[in-house]
């Protein structure tokens, strides 16, 4: 079993950056893609952005060529670089692996 624990989040203005970190522990060997999801209050969770085992990413249009997702393989830990951030971005931001959810972390973003 896969164990994912997110950290990063936080109250930023509009604009501004945050980065999340999601940590994997467990039975890691079996993981392949990595992803983070968001679900705003009253919508559904959707997804952000990819990773692949072998480093290929994808993004959601929304936040593509303003959010980054890398994979530090050394320390088992995806990251979400999240700049010009807009308040559109609030959510809970989740990391996925492996048909297992992270429990999420809070992104408020004031305007």
């Known amino acids: 079993q896969v164990q994912l624990v997110e950290s990063g989040g936080g109250l930023v203005q509009a604009g501004g950056s945050l980065r999340l970190s999601c940590a994997a522990s467990?039975?890691?060997?079996?993981?392949?893609?990595m992803a983070w999801y968001r679900q705003a209050p009253g919508k559904q969770r959707e997804l952000v952005a990819t990773i692949s085992s072998g480093g290929y990413t994808n993004y959601a249009s929304s936040v593509k060529g303003r959010f980054t997702i890398s994979r530090e393989y050394a320390k088992n830990t995806v990251y979400l670089q999240m700049n010009s951030l807009k308040p559109e971005d609030t959510a809970v931001y989740y990391c996925?692996?492996?048909?297992?959810w992270g429990q999420g972390t809070l992104v408020t973003v004031s305007s």
């Open positions: 996925y692996a492996s048909e297992v």
């Open positions: 467990g039975s890691i060997f079996g993981i392949n893609a």
